[in-house]
């Protein structure tokens, strides 16, 4: 269940548009478009939902905005650090405002600096009403979300509550 409907009933189209829409994705190698702007990244994911060009610029530039990087939209991946590409890779998964964030070693290719920022970033989206559900191996990064769930080969191992 995703906000209350049951997704094993949808179709192929129907889950496509779940993931466009109500779900964001952030990756460890931030998988940006190299020749592409900032702002172009981050306008990706609604250019498949088809908005129009005016909502893409209003939504994407808000949404770089809320990661603090409203003044870099115009830079291409190779003019920004480490850091500075995960937050325009953040902005991209929230553009279409979802319910959902998968971050999947969000903080794998950064140092211990960046990372933390990049933590209390996906803290923060957490605070404001996303679930943001994180990938690690990291123990110090798993400590700092509110919930821990083990899984070893598939299988759920066990589960616990962090004190925020």
Do not use: C, W
Not at 24 to 30: E, K, S, Y
Not at 77 to 103: D, K
Not at 115 to 126: H, K, Q, T
Not at 137 to 155: C, F, K, M
């Amino acid at each position: 269940l995703l906000e209350g409907q049951n997704l094993t009933t949808l179709s192929n189209e129907g889950l496509a548009y779940i993931r466009n829409q109500r779900i964001g994705f952030v990756f460890q190698q931030f998988n940006l478009l190299s020749r592409s702007t900032a702002l172009e990244n981050v306008m990706l994911p609604m250019v498949y939902a088809g908005a129009g060009r005016r909502q893409r610029l209003k939504q994407a530039k808000a949404a770089l905005a809320r990661v603090g990087l409203g003044d870099r939209m115009e830079n291409r991946p190779n003019q920004l650090s480490g850091g500075q590409q995960q937050r325009f890779a953040i902005a991209r998964a929230l553009v279409n405002r979802p319910a959902l964030v998968l971050a999947d070693e969000p903080t794998g290719a950064l140092d211990s600096q960046t990372s933390s920022e990049v933590m209390g970033l996906l803290s923060e989206l957490n605070s404001q009403g996303i679930t943001v559900v994180i990938v690690t191996h990291e123990a110090d990064i798993a400590e700092q979300t509110h919930r821990i769930i083990y899984v070893q080969d598939g299988l759920l191992q066990r589960e616990t509550e962090n004190k925020h």
